[in-house]
């Protein structure tokens, strides 16, 4: 079954710990990774964003260098350039673990993913929010 539990000398059809039936089959059920990839879009996304991002922060920071003047980089750019980094080091992770997705019902599978994608949209809004406040 999904939840990997050890199934020598059980005596029903039944997982004992997760109860899903069992089901001998030759080889495997078609795998979804539906929930997986729409986790993992807004991550991939992000982690793109924060490299165009990088730039321009890059070309300030030079700039102000250059002309032995106080750096003036807008914070809303600072920190969505680390929140891009940091969810694209999240999809790295959930790649990395992905076999755990893959063993959660769907239903948990789809609240994973709705909780990212508000999470991305939120942190989106804010964004937006602060840049009318930097300038």
């Known amino acids: 079954p999904r939840c990997t ?3 020598r000398n059980i005596k029903s059809a039944k997982c004992p ?3 899903e039936p069992l089901i001998l089959t030759i080889g495997t059920q078609k795998v979804r990774f539906g929930w ?3 986790a993992m879009a807004p991550g991939c996304f992000s982690g793109v964003a924060a490299i165009f991002v ?3 922060v890059y ?3 030079k700039t ?3 002309n032995a003047a106080p750096m003036r980089i807008p914070w809303p750019l600072i920190l969505a350039d680390a929140f891009g980094f940091l969810s694209a080091a999240s999809v790295a992770l959930m790649y990395r673990h ?3 997705m893959m063993a959660l019902p769907r239903l948990r599978q789809a609240t994973f993913a ?3 994608w508000g999470t991305h949209v939120l942190a989106f809004i804010l964004l937006v929010l602060s840049m009318f406040l930097w300038f």
Do not use: Q
Request: net charge neutral.
């Open 114 to 116: 709705g909780l990212i």
């Open 64 to 66: 102000a260098m250059a």
């Open 36 to 38: 997986l990839l729409l």
């Open 54 to 56: 990088v730039i321009p």
């Open 5 to 7: 539990y050890d199934l």
């Open 98 to 100: 992905r076999h755990r």
């Open 17 to 19: 710990e997760c109860g």
């Open 59 to 61: 070309m300030m920071y």
